[in-house]
């Protein structure tokens, strides 16, 4: 899907995927270590580079990873990036529109995102993906500079019973001109921390979800879905994408980041 496109993924998008996660032509490794390699990738599209991550988590169940991936509730105790997060509308059970806002090391100004998500359970391969969106529901914020989603997803592979395989591919443009080492920095302290945090939260996921509404997984069951359905009219052309902030950050120096917040 291209950005800015609202229609329910196909066959053909999930295998897109797909696509990304197994080629190797064009990829250059940054970084493998602990079983989690990272890759790097230019494009015709933007300057910004695509982003893959592969790591094998030896004692973590699939469909717990599903669920820590897709459960809004418990992401509020383990992504330290979020600000805020919630869906808006529903296209049909397995897409939704969601809006998220992320924080970035200051004195990088902040980050948000609007998308369309797509998930597909096949048993032994989960799916989730996303691509930004223009919905009039959350215009540009003041604080905020709003990103590009071209195409950002997981998919996971389930290998036995408690062995899975992440991959994680992102193509996103955070906007502005960040400098170099920032990129660097993303593709070599973040990444492979963003997996560790996924891992610890799918090592506490069972016990919370025993404690906090256990049952409820509208990603699973889509009964439970409560979101309103799109209307198409509240969808904007995505050339109206834009954002009141200055975004030239590219005089920033490493030293100035709190390293704290990264």
């Known amino acids: 899907m291209q950005v800015g496109e609202v229609r329910v993924a196909e066959d053909a998008d999930f295998k897109r995927l797909n696509t990304l996660c197994d080629e190797k032509d064009g990829w250059k490794q940054e970084y493998n270590k602990n079983n989690t390699c990272v890759w790097t990738k230019n494009n015709d599209v933007s300057d910004c580079k695509i982003i893959k991550v592969r790591t094998l988590f030896t004692d973590v169940k699939a469909e717990v990873l599903y669920d820590v991936l897709h459960d809004p509730h418990y992401r509020k105790t383990w992504d330290m990036s979020m600000l805020e997060g919630y869906e808006i509308c529903a296209l049909n059970p397995n897409n939704d529109i969601g809006y998220y806002a992320m924080k970035c090391p200051s004195p990088l100004k902040n ?15 989960f799916y989730i993906l996303n691509h930004s969106v223009n919905h009039a529901s959350v215009p540009a914020r003041k604080g905020f500079i709003r990103g590009v989603s071209h195409v950002t997803g997981f998919l996971i592979r389930k290998q036995d019973t408690f062995t899975c395989q ?5 193509h996103s443009d955070p906007k502005g001109k960040l400098p170099v080492w920032a990129v660097n920095k993303a593709t070599q302290i973040l990444a492979p921390k963003v997996i560790n945090r996924i891992y ?5 996921y069972e016990a919370w979800k025993s404690m906090n509404n256990p049952r409820m997984k509208p990603w699973l069951y889509p009964e439970q879905m409560s979101l309103p359905r799109l209307d198409m009219t509240q969808i904007k052309p995505a050339s109206e994408f834009t ?4 975004i030239d950050e590219s005089s920033i120096q490493e030293d100035e980041i709190n390293e704290d917040d990264v």
């Open 166 to 170: 992440l991959n994680y591919v992102s």
């Open 200 to 204: 610890k939260a799918c090592k506490n």
């Open 111 to 125: 980050r948000d995102f609007v998308t369309q998500r797509s998930w597909l359970d096949l048993g032994s391969e």
């Open 243 to 246: 954002s009141t902030e200055s």
